[in-house]
């Protein structure tokens, strides 16, 4: 197995704040000795247990990355008992550019692990942190939201797991991080997620959904911080308890995902938080060509609330319209 | 003067129903003999008002024609006594694609205004409205909404006006509207736009700013809906009343504008809608680079509410972050 | 073996006519959860033996696609003994475009078998060719023409093949076909055609060129209509006898191939179908920036008839400039 | 007036055969003190009549470029009583890479006369040819063919204009030209081509359309050939009379262009030269989304043959679908 | 004549040292209501000349930004009798991705002049110096390099005029600034320059040719700092003296250019300050698409030295391939 | 093992001089029968050591392609006793437009070692000169430069290997080359490149350094020409000594490379060749956006002497931007 080319400039284990780069050599036609230079600080103070928190897994999700430069930037070592590893930014390629995938290899990260040392810029940066970062950690929050192409309605989620010790911990991270919604989450297709690789090793793993279209609101940027403040004296490597709020729980069964079938301008009926019935059209997909023609339905296959939906005014044939969830408590 | 070159496919005043294009002959390396086809809808019944309604004017703005195709689809002739001349994408090769601008000449339509006959695709549009269009209306409504990169509190807005009493029927078409809020603008510079050529000809032109982001909501789907409506009604065109709602007037005073300054993700630490006051941070701009950096702050000049934000993650020196109003009423 | 993510909104085995998609995920910065939405009809009447139909495996080529999506329209069910499968656009992303190759990985689908699960969208379409509707086949046919950067006489062919009972089905049904040509192909590099993956499967598997340029003529598409109710006849999937049609046989051997050595302006001295006799020009390239130089001359290495060009206009050092084949009847 | 930047690298004016260009500077940034290289070829003996041969006015047709290249490197002087000067691609920008507008600006040379000397590169071609070239030339001769997107059935083709004395002598050079079929033409919009600029200057302006699709073929390239030897001996610059060819002349009357109105995989049910009754189907446009759906019909407004049509296999709203011309003789 | 849209951020005209941005909005796809920031630093003591410095008016160019950037931050007010105005990046929008001229408009800043104020982005930066920053100086010092695509011996220049006072001036400057070579131009064509504008409003203008290559050398970076340093001195604006150094007087005559006629690898023969005899090779260019072919080659058309060169490895026909200058002292 | 799809167009082993191509099948868009064609010349006069003549590696380095282009065109095999093989270009793709990797696959040739023969265009390269080439030869010149992106001080250079027999005659030919400077090379990362791949065959591999920027000077081609007139020499190839020049050795101990660590404007504070002490500044980086702001500083790790920097006027944070050699004699 061939070593992974990236090196930090700051060391991974020593007590104190390090501000640093991971940098991974990147030769390409505008820069022949170049690199790709991701931003991390870790803060330690003792032997407690180690927060590994990210953002930027996709590049065009802005709630986790405000939260985490700000707390990176914040972090006391003597508040702590333990260490936090801060990647605010993990596919930096792509987040530089506001894209989900990276402009590079266009490979989405969330589907790259456990990487390849010797693979494409987003496979190596996979690899490392399947190395080096996640066996480091005890607990992982891999923020999310919607990206420039699809909006939720603000929750944490974890996934149900086949070892239900781990999942009850799980879920025990879920409620500390108190975001307004909480999602049981089971994934259709599992394989070459971040998640997945840290569950695989027994790591608690907490991800988020708060918000998208490429952009943030005060209001769920608040949700982050106070969400990982949360997790962190959840997890006792902060001192203090987590201030406890008030959530709602979610499940994505079957027959929740709607899908257009038709290029058009979308016309979202329904708003993100309200009720849905089954049968009843969440969207309509108008013909842009020209005028007089009637529009093409989508209706929901079950009852619920909306908690996602496809953002942009113009949509494609094969994306997903709408999602509908059920509550579970 | 030469002649405009675009030709309609159906008769510009004749009664009854009719769907389809202005064609605009467009020669180019992937169809020598290539036109631009921008849909058209005209209904008329006998000799009263004319109202010419349009939207995609920047192309990457949805609530308007999401309202007009939709008219145009539903419009009965036998409800009218006037004519609605319905163009729900002006600027239907940048609605196309969900840009602002145009992706043949990249011109903004809306500084494109008297327009050339012989000039870019998009001069030739807007020359086309200024020649023909324009002249058959009483009365114009331009939707607009914030697009990819802004967003809006929603309201319909008109603007100050030399002549007070063509003023008058211009804040009085905006009050028929019914937004939920209602803006008195005066332009910086007005110089090119579709308002100033439609107000030069002494019509009453009405606009909105409906929300943004290059999306639409249920809800601002539903003023833009009601707004059109109550507009005809209010001209005398469709039968019946507007709906009576009530909404709030506000102005734009100098240093309702702040910039920002430098690169970097931004962060909006006031939602749209909420109060604020001069000298407070409104937005954050947070350096990328690296871990432990301090964010600059903007602040707001003035006191008021904040009615329209810079909308993506990414922000570059120079872009506009916050835009704060006060209350006219 | 991970299993393909691509889902039919079809059954695959039932009675009737049905038309959907194979709908295969794809996450992109433009979509994150869209997908390829790829057309398919089945129709299906009792126990037949089962026709795979396939066009657009290179998306500039039409003759299939047309005679295909023709055929599905109006195939009735009652007409039928056995099943089907009509997928008038297997690399529906390039054939959406008019690209060869795919625009999102750049592959060329017929050299993509027998494709990976987990690989790129073109690889994933392959392998559920390879896995779901290949199996299914007694008799496929897969319609070429030359694409926009290559012309043909039109013909139908078969390979050349090791089990000799197998090529004779073959070629009886390349005669059933009937179109003006009709070609004994020996593929130099059979390695990752769909071709190959089906012939090792036992299928009866034809094929044609039937024109190029990247368009199509109503005399092309006559042939190509003609072939596929042909075929389905002889097939005795269809009721009714193939129509006898006279055919040519040619051959392609070594020595067939004339290749440019240099960049310019190519000019094709002999037309399509005409003789060629070894040794003479059958092409010249013309050096393009300056009058007064001599252009190279193309030589045919062997006698025959030219059964293919170059299209463009101009050439590459490298592009293959010519094709002669030989009578074998 | 401000001059014009181009500067010759032969004499425009001298005895005997001159290789060389017309340079115009063009500052960029691939190269800060650059060039654009326009291959040029005078010969002349004595004091005869000029003929001025273009090619490339567009940069995708081949047959002039073809014939005048091969004109420039074989004519003698001797042969000759005047002057010839040939430029075998105009718009050498477009040229060079295939396509019918200029890379550079994007301008369609045959919309750019008179020319801007100050404009952009396009435009200071143009004004070259009409403020030096076209003024020493007593005929025109400019190749055109229908290039990537239209293919033609070959035909020579003179306007009528105004002065009828100076028409005739169009069509007996048109004549002379002996091409299979010849046309008499009304632009419907002259503005700004090349032909009107020699035209109102009282040249005697001939021009042709010998095919498409971006590609040439050995017959029309011969028709090319011998179109401006013919021309040439007609016009008493070459010694010898014109080959006396058989033709057919056509008139292009209104109603004559059948445009699209839709998107999709074009069909063109009847092929060049074919005969075609008003309100007959000329072409269909199929929908490429799903199976199952009827295509657009597309059909002739007047009874005649098919003259001209849509090259490739996809097509968009406003292109032109098919040309009708009816026979003039 | 419509109002410049450009705004400064700070006072043109206020004592001491302020630093900010002329802002120009410019609204796009990415940024409705986005600007232009172009970086302006002002020192302004009491009522002495005015020099206006500028660099990257060709966005490739580093010797003048380097040294202007370094001034701005360094300049103390104390020091000054006048003003300095520093524009270290004027086509900033070029600049700041490190090409000639501007991405949004491709227009060359230095053939922009006088500029619009209603046309592009590139013109209105020029109208703005024009109108507002031009007339305020009495000394202009507009640094250049050979950007990308040429190099240059390092000198400082300044053009013969028919003012034959305002000519003796700017040698002096030019003699003062202390280049090691020293160059008195004549340009072919100066319409459009920053130069012809600021020498018919009667200015002092000295401009510089200090490298190439896209990059800055130490030594070419101590020629800047010591000659904007001496300038300054030398017109009475910064106290103290201007280092006296030798310098050598080149004139660029007649037939100084050589251009390329080819396509393909160039051998540039001499290197930068060799001599150079009439007729001698000063440049091979080498066809790349096969071994065994000669070389073109380029000879001088004039006795001299080496005084620019074409910089990449690839040249194309029409590049300017080398300038040959003659000794004037 | 599939075989590699590359054929010379030449024999690999006969005697005389030989020019053409290797040809690589390669199917796209825009010829889907085309071909990579990289020039070859072989010359070989009996039994002789073979030597392998390489350059355009990457493909923005001109040194060796001059001086191999000119190699191949005046070989003269009665001067030889052995085999020359000579590739000029051989990432033939990226050496044609100019880029150091492949505009096809975007690879680096030089971490493409060993390839793979149904791989992408640049592996199927590699596979080629692995199993075709290297095997051939006995010793072997690979001509780098520093490409558009880095500038180095002339040398030729060896790798320490673990075979010092094999080192010592590295070594001996290096210091036969007869550069200005000579290097002792340690890789950090050998994994993938040519050199590796043939070292482990056991062959003496010898490379340089020579320039770099993108372009070439007359001085640094002489070195080129000359060494490998020398290296053919040395190895009792072509007839005659070696010409003894004086050279320097050099080494690159830890620490060597300096990294920039922020985005902006380079100033290169020191120049090639120039001494460097430990701690000192060797570059700066001057943020762009604003005046007034401080450079960062780039300090050297070690003393010793420029041989390596960063090319262009703008730099990226990850970009190498010096390194220091120390002397090794």
Redesign the interface.
């Known amino acids: 197995m061939?070593a992974n080319?990236i090196s930090p400039?700051i060391p991974l284990d020593a007590e104190g704040?390090h501000?640093?780069?991971l940098?991974l050599?990147?030769?390409?036609?505008?820069?022949?000795?170049?690199?790709?230079?991701i931003?991390?600080?870790i803060v330690r103070n003792g032997s407690g247990p180690t927060a590994l928190l990210t953002g930027g897994n996709?590049g065009?999700?802005?709630e986790g990355?405000?939260a985490l430069?700000?707390l990176?930037?914040s972090l006391d070592a003597r508040a702590l008992s333990g260490t936090v590893i801060?990647v605010?930014?993990m596919n930096y390629p792509a987040?530089?550019v506001?894209?989900?995938?990276s402009p590079i290899d266009?490979n989405?990260m969330n589907?790259s692990f456990p990487g390849k040392s010797?693979g494409t810029v987003t496979q190596k940066i996979a690899d490392y942190f399947h190395r080096e970062l996640l066996p480091r950690a005890d607990i992982v929050l891999d923020f999310h939201s919607?990206?420039?192409?699809?909006?939720f309605l603000p929750f944490c989620a974890g996934h149900l797991l086949p070892d239900k010790a781990q999942e009850a911990k799980v879920f025990a991270a879920v409620r500390a991080f108190g975001a307004p919604w909480s999602m049981q989450m089971t994934e259709i297709?599992a394989?070459g997620m971040y998640d997945t690789a840290a569950e695989e090793m027994g790591k608690v793993f907490v991800t988020t959904e708060l918000g998208g279209?490429?952009?943030?609101?005060?209001?769920t940027?608040r949700i982050a911080r106070r969400g990982v403040d949360n997790l962190l004296k959840h997890a006792g490597i902060l001192r203090g308890a987590p201030e406890i709020l008030p959530t709602r729980w979610l499940e994505m069964p079957d027959g929740c995902?709607c899908?257009a079938?038709?290029?058009g301008?979308i016309?979202?009926?329904?708003?993100l938080g309200?009720k849905v019935e089954a049968g009843s059209v969440v969207a309509r997909i108008?013909p842009?060509?020209?005028?007089?023609?009637?529009?093409h339905e989508i209706k929901a296959n079950i009852s619920g609330i909306l908690v996602a939906r496809?953002?942009?005014?113009?949509v494609?044939?094969?994306?997903?319209a709408s999602v509908v969830a059920t509550m579970a408590d």
């Open positions: 061939k080319p400039t704040v501000h640093g780069h940098r050599p990147y030769s390409r036609d505008d820069s022949a000795w170049g690199s790709v230079m931003p991390i600080c996709h065009d999700e802005y990355p405000l430069f700000d990176a930037r801060v605010p930014a987040f530089r506001g894209t989900r995938t266009k989405n589907r010797d919607g990206g420039k192409t699809l909006d297709d394989v279209g490429g952009t943030s609101r005060a209001e940027v995902f899908f079938e038709e290029d301008m016309e979202t009926t329904v708003d309200e108008w842009i060509g020209r005028t007089g023609s009637e529009p496809h953002f942009p005014g113009l494609q044939s094969g994306d997903c």
